[in-house]
DNA sequence: AATGAGGATGTAATCGTTAACATCAGATGC
DNA sequence: GCATCTGATGTTAACGATTACATCCTCATT
């Protein structure tokens, strides 16, 4: 209704300068009295005054604002990161603001300029598109961090996630030691960043790439339900599928199931990812842990870095984990 | 690096006044001359300049942003409400911030102060608890917005949502006409406004709140799966579960699989909400339909409305759906 | 009593933008 | 030829906060 009361109103009411209110919000209170302290914090309480972002950021030229852009904010696993990396932030003092690309180049550089224009203390990507844009941000503002997906070539910025080819080799050699056939990769858009690093992991972990049957693939049930109906219907076979993650091995099983395939039995399935939904909805899929929750913390101790942190690259690498369960 | 380029180094760099520069970039190409625009634009090119939304939030005392806060952003309800007001928000240009309360009062009132300091246009609450921050802001605001659930007797401000009411009342009314036995409702904590809507309408719905088993929960499947596993060791029947949500559902509906009972024949379940993954992961699941959707597009409008909008607490009211599948 | 130290507080410039108002050149009307 | 108008652009005062620097006061010291 009425605007809010600046540092001014609260200064007057308590009869002293907007000087000291701003010390008393900023936190140097042992440079004033008691006395004046006390009379401060009637008068702002009776004002009912919180400090202007706003007005700080643009004195100080540094906002408190990190923005996050995700590819698909209804995807369980980057909900997880999203919100590690929410309440992580908000440790060390820092807004999080969630936005979606939704898998499209032009819409992420209108999301970089946004960001830009907040003055975003840090810009966080899952799943970052290559484009001119991207490039040049990096180049010149130094704030990127890429989450979950490395950075492409020539792109130096800091990465936090897990090694995604080592991953890949790891599932290639279990599907070796295992003596699956008939292999499978239904790996993710070749426009995301090491998205193809966990297939060629897998192929090299296999050995053999002309035994594996690839196909490219959003990150989707519908896509993986379509892969898996065109494939079981064509060429029915004991096939044993790596799906770049786990939402398109739910596709993937579902499809299976209308067709009265069973796990391990008919068909070998394996995820990516282990978000928690796993636990309770799919408690039969095999997959590659990506340990969410470490991602909050690794990220802003990347942002609480001095600066340097950021221009050397400097990365966090986070361990997976091979949860091996019914589907394989 | 290097700290970005200002209005006036537009304006310095294309010869002519900052405030051309600001005309050209706040839209108002059509009182300049074309060949400044063309100079303008080049300028602004050259240095890769983009406005500061800071700046300009302060001197238009009205920033672009939206505060949305949620109880649990790793809800796929919860997560699609919230695409769908973001994807709706920048298409009035607006951005969005998401916040976890993590169902807690005190983070919630920490929360609405930050929103208050960031000058929030409009702050959207999903599942807001009744606090006496909460009021104040409203009274003095007046720029919440309610989603999903309505705010507490004696709060004006706008709601979006279904009428969670005659949810439950349908719900309730079915449960008749099916002649099921042995009502279980686990409904949603008290101190979310409307949780007990849901509840309310469901009693009047049967008609008969003494032979109502009624449950308070969290609303996540670790809660559901507890309830249910007391529930069917202590007194196994074939019971008719109304849950609060679909997550209460799924726990509630591992517990009775862990006991090999079947839907519907051992146990009848009824969701709430119909998050997407329903579809694929639990297309046996009773549930209301509530259009998520359709959440953005009806909050944009509120938003976008001349402020007596808010302040007579003029509502949305969204249709619901039951969704009658397998497990009832 | 004069000096100085040091603590508490005030003054004023500044951050990047917008917009009301001022200015100015050229066109128009008489 | 002068007044008037119009369209393009410039000048400048905000917006709300922070902070370097200045000031003032009180004591302690000599």
Redesign the pocket.
């Given at each position: 209704m009425t605007?809010p009361p600046?540092?001014?109103d609260v200064a007057r009411l308590s009869?002293?300068?907007?000087?000291?209110v701003?010390?008393y919000?900023?936190g140097k209170t042992d440079?004033?009295?008691p006395?004046?302290i006390e009379s401060v914090r009637q008068a702002a309480k009776v004002l009912g005054y919180t400090?202007?972002e706003?007005?700080?950021s643009?004195?100080?030229?540094q906002s408190r604002v990190v923005v996050m852009l995700v590819p698909d904010a209804t995807n369980h696993f980057t909900a997880d990161i999203a919100v590690s990396v929410e309440s992580a932030l908000k440790g060390i003092g820092l807004s999080m603001v969630l936005a979606n690309t939704g898998e499209n180049a032009a819409q992420q550089d209108r999301l970089l300029a946004d960001a830009q224009g907040l003055r975003a203390r840090a810009i966080v990507l899952q799943g970052a598109i290559d484009t001119p844009r991207l490039r040049e941000l990096v180049a010149k503002q130094g704030n990127l961090i890429f989450a979950n997906r490395r950075p492409a070539q020539g792109i130096v910025a800091p990465y936090v996630g897990i090694d995604n080819f080592q991953a890949g080799l790891a599932v290639g050699r279990y599907f070796i030691e295992r003596g699956y056939e008939n292999w499978v990769a239904i790996h993710g858009p070749r426009h995301y960043f090491g998205s193809t690093a966990r297939l060629d992991g897998f192929i090299a972990g296999v050995g053999d790439a002309s035994r594996v049957l690839q196909f490219e693939s959003p990150y989707t049930m519908q896509a993986g339900y379509e892969h898996a109906c065109r494939l079981l219907d064509l060429a029915p076979k004991k096939y044993s599928v790596f799906c770049a993650n786990d939402m398109i091995a739910y596709g993937f099983y579902r499809a299976a199931m209308e067709r009265n395939l069973r796990v391990p039995d008919d068909l070998v399935i394996f995820g990516f990812d282990d978000n928690r939904l796993n636990e309770w909805l799919a408690p039969w899929l095999t997959t590659v842990k990506v340990p969410a929750l470490e991602f909050g913390p690794a990220i802003a101790k990347l942002i609480e870095m001095p600066k340097p942190g950021f221009e050397d690259g400097r990365s966090i690498i986070l361990p997976f984990e091979l949860k091996v369960r019914q589907s394989a």
């Open positions: 605007k600046t540092i001014r009869g002293v300068s907007t000087a000291t701003s010390r919000f900023s440079a004033i009295a006395r004046t400090p202007s706003i007005g700080r643009l004195r100080l030229a």
